[in-house]
């Protein structure tokens, strides 16, 4: 019987195994015989893969809207290329095709080539003309569109004529547009010395926000955040990653990853605070220009209690003005600067929430950052929702071993696994951990914590 797509699902959570039959025992292996070099990866998992593949009925789905069928026949596609292409292959894609691409990319972004392609509703364009319009030399862009092409990022439709895809078109829009950028500046500089920078540590974590790829890759004493701030471009194109990221991803207070109706909306005490202003439902913590807040609005409309946004004055500053208009119930959105390393100025909220935060600190900083929301929580009320990776043992999805390496880099920070979790929050902070919610396979989820009661 084909396998439901559920378990399809399931089964991509990490590499595909295909069925033992399809295995080759392997033979012996000369580091001398460069043979090797032009055979497929890994032609065992070929048939196997192929045969998963086929054994679904694919065409009966709207992969617009079952993320979890387009999930997992990604999987399998990419285990598929990554078994069938030689180590040769493998290797020209890595240090040639795809660092060339994210370079052409970011010109194209920086030229206006993608608007260019967009116009008139993205209808095919000669090199020429789109080179007159963005000022570029000709045949230099005849170049980079022929690699932009081949590597499926627009497509040709003629001699010299090209249309952009849904992926071109979406590099004209802020969120992916400004995130090449962010990389290009902030990230890249820092990855690529990872490298140099263990080799001076004797291959040792780094564990510091003031000594650390990062760093060391920026010749700065100042940490990633202040980097951030420093600049109107900064802050904007790491606002524009942090939009880039969320999207599309299962709503953090929907029923299939929190379900915030049951678990927060229900049990809210609606009493006047002391000082007779309306009780705060929810306070996201360095919420940057508050997303995460809205989701919640767009599921909960009428929710009761107010709704606080904090981050830096540099976020805050460009917090949209739509966060600010009436929400549905007519309350607002509270903009508030604060720095989650000083005492918490809101006190009994219903939940304080932190999402992408505890993975930007190493362990000690969370703790800090932890201790002071802990100050502000009303025992046996308050809830602490973190939003993020909990990394399984096995079966690790590369969108969330990607981001430990890029936390490490950038931080010295991580993603953390079940343990780490209970060991940080359990142990390092006095709270309890009362579940951890989430499809897993690389979402987010969130994991819900009490002021854990004296015995
Ligand atoms: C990785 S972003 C996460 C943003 C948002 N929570 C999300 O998930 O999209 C980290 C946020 O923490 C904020 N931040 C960094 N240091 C902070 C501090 N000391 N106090 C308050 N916010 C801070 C940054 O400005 C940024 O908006």
């Not at 100042?222 to 471009?233: H, L, N, P, Y």
């Not at 100050?375 to 071993?401: D, H």
Request: hydrophobic share 35%; net charge negative; charged share 20%.
């Amino acid at each position: 019987m084909a396998p439901s797509i559920q378990e399809l699902y399931h089964d991509f959570v990490g590499n595909d195994v295909p069925n033992a039959k399809h295995r080759r025992s392997s033979s012996s292996f000369d580091p001398n015989d460069i043979s090797i070099n032009a055979r497929p990866c890994d032609l065992g998992r070929v048939s196997g893969l192929i045969d998963d593949i086929a054994s679904y009925n694919w065409g009966d789905i709207d992969f617009s809207q079952d993320r979890n069928a387009r999930i997992s026949l990604l999987s399998k596609a990419r285990s598929l290329i990554a078994a069938l292409e030689t180590p040769r292959e493998t290797l020209l894609r890595h240090i040639g095709a795809e660092t060339s691409n994210f370079y052409t990319i970011v010109i194209g972004i920086e030229t206006n080539l993608f608007h260019e392609m967009a116009k008139d509703n993205g209808s095919p364009k000669t090199a020429t003309r789109l080179a007159e319009a963005i000022s570029f030399d000709p045949d230099l862009l005849r170049r980079i569109l022929r690699h932009l092409a081949s590597m499926n990022h627009i497509i040709q439709t003629g001699e010299d004529e090209y249309r952009p895809n849904n992926f071109s078109k979406a590099l004209t829009t802020s969120p992916i547009a400004g995130s090449y950028q962010f990389y290009r500046n902030i990230c890249l500089p820092s990855m690529i010395n990872l490298h140099k920078w263990l080799k001076t540590k004797s291959y040792q974590s780094p564990t510091t926000t003031i000594d650390n790829p990062f760093t060391f890759g920026h010749q700065t004493s100042q940490t990633f955040f202040e980097v951030i701030g420093s600049t109107a471009k900064n802050t904007e194109h790491f606002n524009d990653h942090m939009v880039a990221y969320c999207q599309g991803q299962p709503a953090w207070c929907s029923n299939s990853v929190y379900p915030a109706a049951d678990r927060l909306i229900s049990g809210f005490d609606a009493s006047p605070q002391p000082d007779g202003s309306d009780p705060v439902m929810l306070v996201d913590i360095g919420g940057n220009v508050g997303h995460d807040l809205q989701t919640f609005v767009s599921h909960y409309p009428s929710h009761p209690g107010r709704l606080v946004l904090q981050d830096l004055p540099s976020v805050i500053a460009v917090a949209p003005p739509s966060l600010t208009s009436p929400l549905p119930n007519g309350k607002y959105v509270q903009l508030q600067e604060h720095d989650f390393f000083t005492p918490q100025p809101v006190v009994g909220a219903r939940a304080y929430y932190l999402h992408h935060i505890m993975h930007d600190w190493p362990d000690d900083k969370c703790v800090s950052i932890l201790s002071q929301i802990k100050k502000a929580m009303k025992p046996g009320y308050s809830r602490l929702l973190i939003n993020e990776q909990v990394i399984p043992e096995k079966k690790a999805s590369w969108e969330a071993t990607y981001l430990d390496l890029y936390m490490m880099v950038l931080f010295g920070a991580r993603e953390r696994t079940e343990k780490e979790w209970l060991r940080l929050l359990e142990d390092g902070c006095g709270l309890k951990v009362l579940g951890m919610y989430g499809p897993g396979g690389g979402v987010e989820g969130i994991i819900e914590c009490e002021v854990a009661l004296e015995e």
